[in-house]
């Protein structure tokens, strides 16, 4: 059976900024809510510090929620809506 999510990826400022610069900072406040505000589930994978998957439709909210505070720090953002299986397929 096929699942509906969204891989929402949050795009980290240039490293190469200093840690005082603005865009940097707000960086900081961004990654601080991701990581206290979205915890691991099945419905909300942390693939990266700044990559999700979020299953749908059962858990839109924290996508919308992580486009929301991306918003407000100036952190731009994409996403793709993917359909897949509904579990992983496991390596050795």
């Known amino acids: 059976m096929q699942q509906r999510s969204i891989l929402f ?5 240039d490293r190469r ?3 005082s610069d603005p865009l940097r900072k707000k ?3 961004f990654r601080g809510f991701a990581r ?3 915890p691991p589930s099945k419905d909300a ?12 439709p059962d858990y839109p909210m924290v996508a919308d929620r992580l486009a929301e505070v991306a918003t407000l720090n100036a952190i731009s953002y ?5 359909a897949h299986e509904q579990q992983w397929t496991r390596g050795p």
């Open 45 to 56: 994978m942390r693939l990266a510090e700044n990559v999700w998957l979020v299953t749908l």
């Open 17 to 19: 900024l200093p840690p």
């Open 78 to 82: 994409e996403f793709l809506e993917v």
């Open 36 to 38: 206290n505000s979205v």
């Open 27 to 29: 960086w900081a406040v």
């Open 9 to 13: 990826h949050a795009i980290e400022p």
